[in-house]
């Protein structure tokens, strides 16, 4: 199965701090997958397991039925799922054929724990996230 390329991954902030050689590493772990143009990719409220990059193709972002973005290329969501698997915040549906790169946090566990790096860059990004979001 095809990987993202490592282009995609660095322009994610989540991943801003990574070296080449971990995004190379995180790019092994994501599947491709493809969703139909009306389909629902994350539904409010519903379990999500999955992160997900936009390859190709555009989506509307709406919380409670009201339209609060649209995501197309390069564009990223679910990132929180990878840690907690806790409930969307919004619904994603695809407005074309949408191409993303997914990642489950299944998946996504065992190489942070393995490769610690990863873990403290992590650790890192959300701290500033943290940090900017109070400011």
């Known amino acids: 199965m095809a990987e993202p390329a490592v282009e995609l991954l660095e322009r994610v902030p989540l991943f801003a701090d990574f070296d080449r050689h971990d995004l190379e590493r995180l790019a092994r772990s994501f599947k491709e997958r493809t969703f139909h143009a009306g389909s ?73 724990e393995e490769h610690a790096s990863i873990a403290w860059k992590l650790l890192e990004t959300m701290a500033k996230r943290l940090r900017a979001a109070q400011s």
């Open 40 to 112: 629902t990719v994350a539904g409010e409220g519903k379990t999500g397991a999955g992160f997900f990059v936009i390859e190709s193709g555009e989506a509307t972002v709406s919380v409670r039925g009201d339209e609060r973005g649209k995501l197309g290329p390069g564009d990223h969501f679910g990132e929180i799922a990878l840690i907690d698997d806790g409930a969307r915040s919004a619904t994603v549906t695809a407005d074309s054929d949408l191409r993303c790169y997914g990642l489950t946090s299944w998946e996504f566990r065992p190489l942070v």
